[in-house]
T-cell receptor, first 117, second 113 residues
Framework: AQKITQTQPGMFVQEKEAVTLDCTYDTSDQSYGLFWYKQPSSGEMIFLIYQGSYDEQNATEGRYSLNFQKARKSANLVISASQLGDSAMYFCAMREGGKTSYDKVIFGPGTSLSVIP | NAGVTQTPKFQVLKTGQSMTLQCAQDMNHEYMSWYRQDPGMGLRLIHYSVGAGITDQGEVPNGYNVSRSTTEDFPLRLLSAAPSQTSVYFC????????????FGSGTRLTVV
């Protein structure tokens, strides 16, 4: 069963506007972590932000913030003041511990963001 | 500071051939993983390791073997290449503790004909 869902295959945003990329997840673990990564057209993978399941405050890193709603199992990425360089694929990922294995990190299918001048 | 180094960057294999994708990191990271990326499917975990001598299967392990004899190296072996293994392969590493994001290699684009 898919554990990370990103329902927006493609998104458009006007430059300087804010945009929210959706991510929902499924886990039975109490301790887990949520990540967002960016993949520009060059193909490299760039770590953006992390949220722990026990963190009481939403994570922020510069223009990136993570809207964490634990009861709804959602971890949306908010990018404020979009820039042309934000055009990329964005992946949500989760790190969870398995009952019989070490913790692993799995990724969602990604959302393609295009910033319009 | 090299980070995560993957070799080769490109490879073409014939069906049935075997090969090893190399991955090395110089950051003393305990945690290393291999992913494959296919269009529309994100990154799928093949195998991962939490330290030297310890490996485990991910979501799509069939057709691949790994070993971790040192902290630095985590090679991925394709036993008998199939066209379905045509993909971009990423190696990634991090410290084990929660909260540490991955450092990714630049990827290996593999085509099996």
């Amino acid at each position: 069963a898919q554990k990370i869902t990103q329902t927006q295959p493609g998104m458009f945003v006007q430059e300087k506007e804010a945009v929210t990329l959706d991510c929902t997840y499924d886990t039975s673990d109490q301790s887990y972590g949520l990540f967002w990564y960016k993949q520009p057209s060059s193909g490299e993978m760039i770590f953006l932000i992390y949220q722990g399941s026990y963190d009481e405050q939403n994570a922020t890193e510069g223009r990136y913030s993570l809207n964490f709603q634990k009861a709804r199992k959602s971890a949306n990425l908010v990018i404020s003041a979009s820039q042309l360089g934000d055009s990329a694929m964005y992946f949500c990922a989760m790190r969870e511990g398995g009952k019989t294995s070490y913790d692993k990190v799995i990724f969602g299918p990604g959302t393609s963001l295009s910033v319009i001048p | 500071n090299a980070g995560v180094t993957q070799t080769p960057k490109f490879q073409v294999l014939k069906t049935g051939q075997s090969m090893t994708l190399q991955c090395a990191q110089d950051m003393n990271h305990e945690y290393m993983s291999w992913y494959r990326q296919d269009p529309g499917m994100g990154l799928r975990l093949i195998h991962y390791s939490v330290g030297a001598g310890i490996t485990d299967q991910g979501e799509v392990p069939n057709g691949y073997n790994v070993s971790r004899s040192t902290t630095e190296d985590f090679p991925l072996r394709l036993l008998s290449a199939a066209p379905s293994q045509t993909s971009v392969y990423f190696c990634a590493s991090s410290y084990t503790a929660q909260g540490n994001g991955y450092t990714f290699g630049s990827g290996t684009r593999l085509t099996v004909v």
